[in-house]
């Protein structure tokens, strides 16, 4: 089995009660469910938080013994030095995932201190993202 880290930073517990209109009416329980389904040859691990040095943790744990880590850093994207760092730092490829397009909103969701050190960047796209991430790493296992 192709083993996949999905990690999800902070508000992204909250997704279909959160700004639905950007967002969308999914949870990101409900849509798992689906994922999985969609790809039964991948073996997925989920982790959220909202705390940011939890994420660096998981970056790090998941960093030397998985197939590919999809990150949506949710807004520590914009301002993590620490989070670009353990990217930078671990063996496993990291795509970035972000729901909205953060390129057409306001002007601080344009920096990402993760794009540089992931080998993609899928944004805009609502949680297809995590979907065609995971299209890459069968493709490129
Ligand atoms: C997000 C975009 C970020 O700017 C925002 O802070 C989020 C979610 C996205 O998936 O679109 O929380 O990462």
């Given at each position: 089995m192709l083993e996949i880290a999905i990690i999800n930073g902070p508000n992204l517990n909250l997704l279909g009660k959160r700004e639905p209109d950007v967002y969308g009416h999914a949870s990101f329980e409900e849509f798992l469910v689906q994922l999985k389904k969609d790809f039964p040859s991948v073996n997925f691990t989920y982790f959220q938080s909202n705390i940011e040095g939890e994420i660096v943790q998981a970056i790090q744990s998941h960093g030397f013994n998985k197939a590919g880590i999809i990150l949506n850093?949710?807004?520590?994207?914009?301002?993590?030095v620490a989070i670009g760092d353990a990217v930078a730092a671990i063996k496993t490829p990291v795509i970035e995932v972000h729901i909205s397009n953060v390129h057409a909103r306001e002007d601080f969701r344009k920096i990402s201190h993760v794009s540089a050190k992931s080998v993609g960047s899928i944004v805009g796209l609502g949680l297809k993202g995590y979907a065609l991430a995971t299209e890459w790493f069968i493709a490129n296992s």
């Open positions: 850093p949710a807004a520590y994207t914009h301002t993590s």
